[in-house]
């Protein structure tokens, strides 16, 4: 791989994380909790990007993080107020920044009028702003000396030493002279160089780390000498005095010969650094306790499947010794024991690798939430908890999508109009709240709203009009506010960039279900609704239990296991069509034969000589399934059965188990979807007849 491009794509990599501190940032100064240090680090984000960015020429990025700069470093030093509307302008400008560097990244091009429009109002706020009262400037206590010498590194990374200088001068009281003897001639001067050094006297009650902050950016591309010095005025040749526009006034050394320099004088005392205080000595080990390296996905992948292998092969050799016979008390078999748990903690350390906090999906909602809002005239606040949850990295990846459709629909169909909300004796701005929790070995994503609810008769009246259920359809509210899940369903009454074409819930829930999840509503009329995704924290292991049908070996997700039972005949009662329900605690609950419903076998088993597992899917749906026996509790490797060999209706997955053998991964979503349509299109008036004489 060319090393310019491995650098190029680490540069990319760190601008996602400037992005994200630069988002997080500015909702801190927006919600009036950010202290000093935050505006300062949302500054640096922006520098930072400028900088990367001018090494690798990329022009539009530079001179647009350039702006932003500018407008940050007045608000940062006192120039200009952050405003609500700077605010706002500060938002949109993190946006159009993350568009130039993904155009940057993709080689496309962003919107350039939008960033021209941007530029525009910059200006206008930088122009407008009245500068504050110069604030009184402390005695000086030490003098520090400095001598700054740029490298041509310096400028290429569009680096400016007006900035550098300014910032110094934040410090104290500062003289800046301009040595300008290593100037060539016209004629031999580079177009790229660095000739220039600026010997700079200041007066300042501040240490030399503070000094040292000032270049902590351009260290690498300068020379650089701070030394500490009596509060006196130092010994320069006298020159001409040149003014520059941004106030510093420069006196220029002219060129001399160089046996005219006079000899050299000891070189003064460097200034030894103190020893850190404690608080930076605390941040240093802090520092050191969360290093990272940047590491090849594809490298993490690789790992995690060897682990998985190890895990197969530590099962079927758990297998063999069982089938020898020996003692559990031998030591073959204590020794097992011991590798059994060590391939679990490594199991356990590998998966932790991929395991990332869902904070990477989470900063990109505020973006979407603003310009939802702006789209529908809404006003929105946008609640984040648990941005440190931790999942496996395939899953936030694939989550990213369901979550916006989730957010856009909770602001277009939950959220009322100010009009309206005020009316209704809410405050004009609504709230739309993204949680993020553990719980029972998954992860619980949480999208809600202080909207309206879901408007039930008006849902029931589209699902009608639509055909999909009879004009005297009899439905639960659970059952109503699961038609919005249906393909091609929509209650908007007009088209528009949001909604309106039926797509976006049924997408929401096909994803879930593709990763192993279940999706519920809870609405309250005028109260707003909440979206609950029950996930894997992983899509490379499952705790599954192990069940016999038919004489085949199928693992059921143990996430989707409510209880075991054994069923009495007194508590079966039969329906048309075969299906049977199972009496439990006051309700029914539909049947299912899992050897029948794979096609395994075409007779049904005797629910009194079978095990009952009581399942519950996607929306609460919940059935029987009904097997021949339970083998135990066992934590397997998921193989994709459809890059394997192909999809199989009612199989999520396969595994290996310690005999060798492959056993398939029961997929409980599809079966009882399958098992809802077949009691679907049974004889509703004989079903009703059948369990009332049953009853």
Not at 385 to 412: C, F, Q, S, Y
Not at 435 to 464: F, P, T
Not at 607 to 636: K, M, N, T, W, Y
Request: glycine fraction near 8%; proline fraction near 6%.
């Amino acid at each position: 791989m060319d090393p310019m491009a491995a650098i190029r794509e680490t540069f990319f990599q760190e601008c996602e994380e400037q992005l994200g501190e630069l988002e997080a940032g500015l909702l801190l100064m927006e919600n009036g909790t950010a202290e000093a240090e935050t505006v300062n680090a949302v500054f640096r984000a922006v520098h930072s990007i400028k900088g990367g960015a001018g090494i690798f020429a990329l022009d539009a990025l530079v001179r647009f993080a350039h702006v932003f700069e500018t407008a940050l470093d007045r608000v940062r030093s006192g120039q200009m107020e952050a405003s609500p509307p700077v605010l706002n302008l500060l938002l949109r400008a993190a946006d159009v920044l993350a568009d130039l560097v993904r155009a940057a990244r993709e080689g496309g091009v962003a919107d350039a009028a939008h960033v021209a429009s941007l530029v525009v109002e910059f200006n206008q706020i930088n122009s407008g702003a009245k500068p504050p009262a110069p604030a009184p400037i402390p005695t000086p206590v030490q003098q520090w000396e400095i001598i700054f010498t740029p490298r041509p590194e310096l400028y290429a990374k569009a680096n400016e030493t007006a900035l550098l200088l300014r910032e110094l001068q934040r410090l104290g009281e500062m003289r800046v002279v301009l040595n300008a003897s290593r100037l060539p001639e016209l004629a031999e001067l580079e177009p790229e160089g660095a000739y220039l050094t600026w010997c700079i006297t200041l007066e300042a009650d501040c240490t030399a780390q503070a000094v040292r902050a000032v270049f902590e950016f351009v260290e690498d591309d300068c020379e650089l000498e701070i030394t500490q010095a009596l509060p006196a005025e130092p010994a320069l040749v006298p020159g001409s005095i040149i003014t520059g526009d941004n106030g510093f006034s420069f006196e220029f050394f002219p060129p001399v010969e160089a046996e005219e320099e006079p000899a050299p004088e000891p070189e003064p005392a460097r200034v030894v650094q103190k020893p850190p205080t404690q608080e930076v000595a605390a941040a240093a080990r802090e520092e050191a306790r969360t290093a990272t390296i940047r590491v090849d996905l594809d490298r993490v992948d690789r790992m995690i499947d060897l682990v998985g292998e190890l895990v197969i092969n530590e099962a079927m050799l758990s297998q063999r010794v069982l089938e020898a016979g020996l003692a559990r008390a031998s030591g073959v078999a204590m020794a097992l024991e011991e590798l059994e748990h060590l391939t679990r903690e490594i199991q356990d350390s590998v998966m932790a690798i991929r395991a990332q906090p869902v904070r990477s999906v989470f900063q990109r909602m505020p973006r979407l939430v603003r310009e939802v809002a702006a789209q529908t005239g809404k006003q929105v606040r946008l609640v984040t908890e648990g941005e440190g949850t931790e999942v496996d990295k395939t899953v936030i990846e694939r989550i990213a999508d369901p979550l916006n459709h989730m957010i856009r629909n909770a602001i277009d169909h939950g959220l009322e109009s100010p009009e309206k909300r005020l009316a209704a004796g809410k405050p004009a701005e609504g709230q739309v709240k993204l949680a993020a929790m553990h719980r029972s070995g998954r992860i619980v994503l949480e999208v809600s709203d202080d909207g309206g609810g879901i408007n039930r008769a008006r849902v029931k009246q589209k699902a009608i009009e639509n055909g999909v259920i009879g004009p005297d359809a009899q439905l639960s509210d659970d059952e109503i506010d699961n038609l919005i899940f249906l393909p091609g369903f929509s209650t908007a009454s007009t088209i528009s960039d949001i909604s309106g074409r039926g797509v976006g819930m049924d997408v929401v829930r096909q994803s879930v279900a593709a990763l192993g999840g279940r999706i519920s509503i809870a609405s309250k009329p005028g109260l707003g609704s909440t979206f609950t995704l029950s996930l894997p924290l992983t899509l490379a292991v499952l705790d599954g239990m192990v069940v016999a049908a038919c004489g085949h070996i199928l693992i059921i997700p143990l996430g989707t296991i409510v209880e075991t039972l054994k069923p009495k005949a007194a508590d079966v009662f039969p329906l048309d069509n075969g299906i049977n329900v199972l009496r439990l605690r006051g309700g029914y609950v539909p049947m299912v034969d899992v050897a029948v419903a794979l096609g395994y076998s075409e007779r049904r088993i005797d629910p009194e000589q079978s095990v009952a597992l009581l399942v519950e899917g996607e929306g609460g749906l919940r059935a029987v399934l009904l097997v021949d026996a339970i083998h135990g509790q066992r934590q397997v490797v998921i193989k994709s059965l459809e890059a394997n060999y192909r999809a199989v209706p009612g199989i999520a997955a396969a595994t290996v188990m310690g005999d060798g053998r492959v056993a398939l991964i029961l997929d409980v979503d599809a079966v009882l979807r399958n098992n809802r349509n077949e009691t679907a299109r049974a004889e509703p008036a004989r079903a009703e007849l059948t369990l009332q004489e049953a009853i």
